[in-house]
């Protein structure tokens, strides 16, 4: 996710409000950061890895001449977080200066383009092409401007990008643009900046300008200039005056951490399913080689193991073994061998009993295949191959839009699994494909149209003593992860079964008013599902049931329900599902007057066994 700061002084230096509001943005990344700075028509530029106290430590980053510069605190995506793939990323001469937060998706058929233009490249990043495309650009037709030159390069560039650049041919003015990755200015009487967040620049300034999709400014003394990138065309837009309080900065309004996250959940799906075709393959050929797979990890991410041997089962007719990571060793760690594969998945990378499973299968010369949302962790480090979940840093203990992520790469590597092994029919996948692309959207609407109703709901069962979780097929894996949302941060004792389990023994405790919570897909589970809500119903239960629109066999027998928008396939509805659910949770424990963000026990990263 990275942060990305510029600013354009009247005076003063720019190195060392450049540093300090890169501080505001490091809980959008901190494994490396990086300052270029502009002055008397040379760059300079410090950079490492790390997170930006350590970095300044050794290099002492107020210490740059100029007073217009950029920065750059990364998350890292593409490349290990080393100095090298630290941003700021220059061209061959080090005359231009990048930094950017987002997913160049072309980035490989543009580096080729380049090599063979003889550019020489650093990094491993997908960022290095843009300082090198705008060389050639430059190159090419030396008579364009520093802004043509760019607005030129921008039409070449698939994928994400907030991203600023400085160059010593006008050095004199940042440029900075954007698609998809958010991108603000801050204006004072002092000067000009941009920046990925809001609290990068609120204690200079609370002026703002909001920049949109497909724009791209000019900073300098002047002030700032809008342009479409499509046409050049002006924009005008006057500064709005922010309200909130720093603290209110970071989380962008909201309340806590967790709800911003939740809310997040488009934009970390759309940048997941960016997810670059060769790690894909990669990966998809080595399970397709396994002759046993085991998916292993704890917690929610455990969650997303189990939904995805529903789809690995489905899609690709591989069968394979989520356990749970502290499980691992004592049931399977002696029948592990060679010709075990092991896909680990870990928001953090560094679970103790993720990464003690992981040991103990590469000991015994197993094929140790990773997913995680933090690229340098320790998971990274002992993998054969690895995906990074582009979730960026979560930060509210409760696992919500890393969840999603995890899933959204889990069905692209099934359905991946799928085509190489003709399994399932062209159509199918396309289908399929579709419906994961609809996605980010599928759930912004979730959100935007279900919340204010899910909040009710969690106002009315907030004193249940005890919460039922169910659901069949996939959707066992979306019901525990609602009752493991609903459990740590709301405290509120909660049961998940699988709905056909349900009658051999849990349905004992149904009483009058007792909350059961149905998961609804319009798939081949539906009939049965709401069989197992009758059983329900006829011993009192409440039913709380999550449901595709207009199901109205479903409506008319819960006494609550949450609709989610129609068409999703089963085996990607844990992605759409679980959105109600992190809600229902996150509203239930602020109605009881939990803070769920801190829930008490737990920490974000489990590092003992
Ligand atoms: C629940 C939650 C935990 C983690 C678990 C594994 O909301 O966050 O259950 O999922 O501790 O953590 P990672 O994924 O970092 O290995």
């Known amino acids: 996710m990275c942060g990305i700061f510029g600013c354009v002084l009247k005076e003063g230096n720019a190195a060392p409000l450049i540093h300090s509001s890169l501080k505001r943005l490091e809980y959008r990344g901190y494994d490396s950061v990086g300052i270029a700075t502009i002055s008397e028509g040379k760059i300079f ?19 740059m001449p100029g007073s217009i510069g950029i920065g750059h605190t990364r998350w890292a995506t593409h490349g290990a977080p080393l100095k090298v793939n630290s941003h700021p990323h220059g061209d061959c001469k080090g005359e231009i200066m990048v930094v950017h937060n987002g997913i160049i998706e072309n980035f490989l058929e543009l580096r080729a383009e380049l090599q063979n233009l003889e550019h020489t490249f650093v990094s491993k990043t997908d960022t290095e092409v843009i300082p090198h495309l705008i060389e050639q650009t430059l190159k090419n037709n030396p008579k364009l401007s520093l802004v043509e030159a760019i607005l030129e390069t921008l039409k070449r560039v698939e994928g994400s990008y ?48 909001m920049i949109n999709n497909g724009e791209l400014v000019i900073l300098s003394a002047k002030g700032y200039e809008i342009k479409k990138i499509c046409d050049s065309s002006p924009v005008v837009r006057e500064p709005i005056t922010i309200e909130w309080s720093p603290e209110m900065a970071v989380k962008q309004g909201y309340p806590h951490f967790m709800i911003k996250e939740i809310h997040e959940q488009p934009e970390t799906i759309r940048n997941t399913l960016r997810m670059q075709d060769h790690y894909l393959d990669l990966l998809s050929t080595f399970l397709d080689r396994a002759n046993e797979v085991f998916l292993v990890a704890c917690g929610t991410s455990y969650h997303a193991c189990l939904a995805a041997s529903y789809m690995f089962s489905k899609l690709a007719f591989l069968p394979t073994y989520p356990v749970y990571a502290s499980e691992f060793v004592e049931q399977h ?40 949302n933090v690229i340098g962790s320790s998971l990274t480090r002992v993998s054969r191959v690895y995906i990074g979940t582009q979730a960026g840093p979560e930060i509210g203990v409760a696992a919500t839009k890393t969840f999603t992520s995890q899933l959204s790469v889990l069905a692209q590597l099934a359905l991946r699994l799928a085509k190489k092994r003709g399994k399932v029919s062209q159509d199918e996948i396309d289908c399929l494909e579709e419906q994961l692309a609809r996605l980010p959207n599928t759930v912004e609407t979730i959100v935007n149209t279900q919340e204010q109703k899910i909040k009710e709901i969690a106002k009315k069962y907030k004193d249940a003593k005890v919460f039922f979780f169910l659901g069949r097929g996939i959707s066992t894996a979306t019901a525990f992860e609602g009752r493991l949302k609903l459990m740590e941060i709301a405290y509120i004792p909660a049961i998940a079964f699988p709905a ?34 009758m059983e329900m119903k006829a011993r009192g239960a409440h039913i709380i049931a999550v449901i595709e629109e207009g199901d109205e066999d479903i409506k008319s027998l819960a006494d609550d329900y949450v609709e989610v928008p129609k068409g999703i396939p089963g085996v990607l509805s844990p ?12 509203y239930t424990a602020l109605a009881k007057g939990c803070n769920p963000d801190m829930p008490r026990n737990l920490a974000k990263c489990v590092t003992v066994k």
């Open 45 to 63: 530029v410090k950079k490492d890895m790390g997170k930006i106290d350590e970095v300044d430590r050794i290099v002492d980053l107020d210490d």
């Open 575 to 586: 992605i759409p599902f679980v959105v109600p659910l992190q809600l229902l949770a996150y």
């Open 333 to 372: 760690g002696k029948s592990v061998s060679i010709d075990s594969t092991i896909l680990a998945v870990s928001q953090s990378g560094e679970t103790a009993d993720t990464i003690g499973s992981v040991t103990c299968a590469q000991q015994r010369a197993a094929t140790i295949l990773s997913l995680t």
């Open 500 to 533: 056909g389990e349900s009658k051999h023994g849990p349905i004992s405790l149904i009483e009058d008013g007792f909350p059961v919570v149905f998961i609804c897909p319009r798939d081949e589970t539906h009939r049965t599902v709401i069989g197992n809500i």
């Open 162 to 209: 907030a991203l600023a650049v400085i160059s010593t041919r006008e050095p004199d003015k940042i440029i900075c643009a954007r698609n998809e990755s958010p991108l603000v200015l801050g204006i004072d009487s002092n000067g000009v900046y941009c920046a990925s967040d809001i609290p990068a620049f609120l204690p200079i300034t609370n002026k703002a300008v």
